[in-house]
C-alpha cells in the first residue's frame, strides 16, 4: 500500500523559510513524477510544483516561482520543497502527490496523495 | 495559463437521484482531463482518469465523459458517501496543471 505522509508544516513569519518533506513508501519512489499540490482553508486546490522521477525536469506555479525549490532524494525515498520569502498567501494545507509517470506530462494523474502538512504564513 | 470552470458551484441532491457535474477548460484539452473527490478533512482522490477511464476501485455508478472544452462527470445513483466536493483537472500543457475550482455536493 502507498503512503505518503508529508511533514515540515508549522506557523512562520513572513519572509520566513520552512522545508516542507514527505517520507514515501509502498512503491518504487524512483519510478514516479512528484508533485506539491496546496489547499486554502475553505478553498480550491492549486498545483504547486512538479519533479520528474530524476529530478531533471522540474516545474513551478507562477505564485511560487523564484521562492520555492523542489527537490528529492530517491536513496531516502522523500520529496522536498524549499519555502523562502514566505508571504500570508501562502496559508495552506500542503499535500504531496504522486504522478502514474516518470515525468510529468499529457496525460498526468495522480493517483495518491498524502493527508497534508499545514503551513501558516503570520507575524 | 489553461482555466478550468466548474459548474455547478454547488448542487443538493438527494440519495438515489443522477448528477452531472461539468468542466470547461479555457482552451482544448483533447481528453487530459482528470476527476478528483474530496471529502472534508481528507485528501483528494482519483476517480477518472483521461476523461472517461475509471480509476482502480471507484464503483461504477461514477462516469466521466467529453473532450476538448466541456467534460461532464456523471454520478448515476447518488450514494450518501458520495456526498463531497469534486474537482476536475487538466493534464494536456506543460505546468501548471490547473485544477477547476470545485463543485460541492451537498445533500437535499
Not at chain 2, 64 to 79: C, K, N, P, R, V
Amino acid at each position: 500500500e502507498v503512503h505518503l505522509v508529508e511533514s515540515g508544516g508549522g506557523l512562520v513569519q513572513p519572509g520566513r523559510s520552512l522545508r516542507l518533506s514527505c517520507a514515501a513508501s509502498g512503491f518504487t519512489f524512483d519510478d514516479s513524477a512528484m508533485h506539491w499540490v496546496r489547499q486554502t482553508p475553505g478553498k480550491g486546490l492549486e498545483w504547486v510544483s512538479g519533479i520528474s522521477w530524476n529530478s531533471n525536469s522540474i516545474g513551478y506555479a507562477d505564485s511560487v516561482k523564484g521562492r520555492f525549490t523542489i527537490s528529492r532524494d530517491n536513496a531516502k525515498n522523500s520529496l522536498y520543497l524549499q519555502m523562502n520569502s514566505l508571504r500570508a498567501e501562502d496559508t495552506a494545507l500542503y499535500y504531496c502527490a504522486k504522478d502514474i509517470f516518470l515525468v510529468s506530462g499529457s496525460g498526468s494523474y495522480y493517483d495518491d496523495w498524502g493527508q497534508g502538512t499545514l503551513v501558516t504564513v503570520s507575524s | 495559463d489553461i482555466q478550468m470552470t466548474q459548474s455547478p458551484s454547488s448542487l443538493s441532491a438527494s440519495v438515489g437521484d443522477r448528477v452531472t457535474i461539468t468542466c470547461r477548460p479555457s482552451q482544448s484539452i483533447s481528453s487530459f482531463l482528470n476527476w478528483y473527490q474530496q471529502k472534508p478533512g481528507k485528501a483528494p482522490k482519483l476517480l477518472i482518469y483521461a476523461a472517461s477511464s475509471l480509476q482502480s476501485g471507484v464503483p461504477s455508478r461514477f462516469s466521466g465523459s467529453g473532450s476538448g472544452t466541456d467534460f461532464t462527470l456523471t454520478i448515476s445513483s447518488l450514494q450518501p458517501e458520495d456526498f463531497a466536493t469534486y474537482y476536475c483537472q487538466q493534464s494536456y500543457s506543460a505546468p501548471p496543471y490547473t485544477f477547476g475550482q470545485g463543485t460541492k455536493l451537498e445533500i437535499k
